[in-house]
Nanobody, 115 residues
Framework: QVQLVESGGGLVQAGGSLRLSCVAS????????MSWYRQFPGEQRELVAL???????TYANSVKGRFTISRDNAKNTVYLQMNSLKPEDTAVYYC?????????WGQGTQVTVSS
């Protein structure tokens, strides 16, 4: 049974920073691709950042240079460091795990950036 628990969301002013965390259990974490998605109100969920089991990363153009995804396999945790936040980053952020068993999602954490 896989469980993904996100934390670290909140309300910040434009230009501020947040670090999201996602802890996975029962997940074969070290063999998994981890990613962060976000969903704006009334829109489809979109990929923000992805990290492979070997540490290769991919970012959406909208966050490149501002966000950094990382993982700590010893802690079964993936992080999203978000700097220089903009109001348009406001969304619910979701953690995703992919491995040979399939895909699992976290419950989401709200990030709100004020002007």
């Amino acid at each position: 049974q896989v469980q993904l628990v996100e934390s670290g969301g909140g309300l910040v002013q434009a230009g501020g920073s947040l670090r999201l965390s996602c802890v996975a259990s029962g997940s074969f974490f070290s063999l998994s691709i981890m990613s962060w998605y976000r969903q704006f109100p009334g829109e489809q969920r979109e990929l923000v950042a992805l990290i492979t089991r070997t540490g290769n990363t991919t970012y959406a153009n909208s966050v490149k240079g501002r966000f950094t995804i990382s993982r700590d396999n010893a802690k079964n945790t993936v992080y999203l460091q978000m700097n220089s936040l903009k109001p348009e980053d406001t969304a619910v952020y979701y953690c995703r795990l992919q491995n040979f068993r399939g895909t699992d999602w976290g419950q989401g954490t709200q990030v709100t950036v004020s002007s």
